[in-house]
């Protein structure tokens, strides 16, 4: 199992920046494919980004493709997700998200979440 805790969320201008973080307890991080979602009030949670274990291999959502970068660092059981160019479409409650093996783009693939970090855009 893996807990995870995320940060970095708050309230930006259209075209600032965020760095979202996500720290995972447990001595196993390196073993789950870890991965970015979203959910904005009155829609379903959708994926954002993924990043495999190794940290070799990633994937992004169309529409933040170019403008996001989703990181790991193994040795600090930590995930990032660098936020530029915000929009006020990237506006939602942000979820850390982790499973084992490879990666998938569905929520309901994902047994281990975070609490989630609000992210509020504004033009």
């Known amino acids: 199992q893996v807990q995870l805790v995320e940060s970095g969320g708050g309230s930006v201008q259209a075209g600032d920046s965020l760095r979202l973080s996500c720290a995972a307890s447990?001595?196993?991080?390196?073993?789950?494919?870890m991965a970015w979602f979203r959910q904005a009030p009155g829609n379903e949670r959708e994926f954002v980004s993924g990043?495999?274990?190794?940290?070799?291999?990633?994937s992004y959502a169309d529409s933040v493709k170019g403008r996001f970068t989703i990181s790991r660092d193994n040795a600090k059981n930590t995930l990032h997700l660098q936020m530029n160019s915000l929009k006020p479409e990237d506006t939602a409650v942000y979820y850390c998200?982790?499973?084992?093996?490879?990666?998938?783009?569905?929520?309901?693939?994902?047994?281990?979440w975070g609490q989630g970090t609000q992210v509020t855009v504004s033009s």
């Open positions: 998200a982790g499973r084992p093996y490879g990666g998938r783009s569905a929520p309901e693939d994902y047994p281990y």
């Open positions: 447990g001595r196993t991080f390196s073993s789950y494919y």
């Open positions: 990043i495999s274990r190794s940290g070799t291999t990633t």
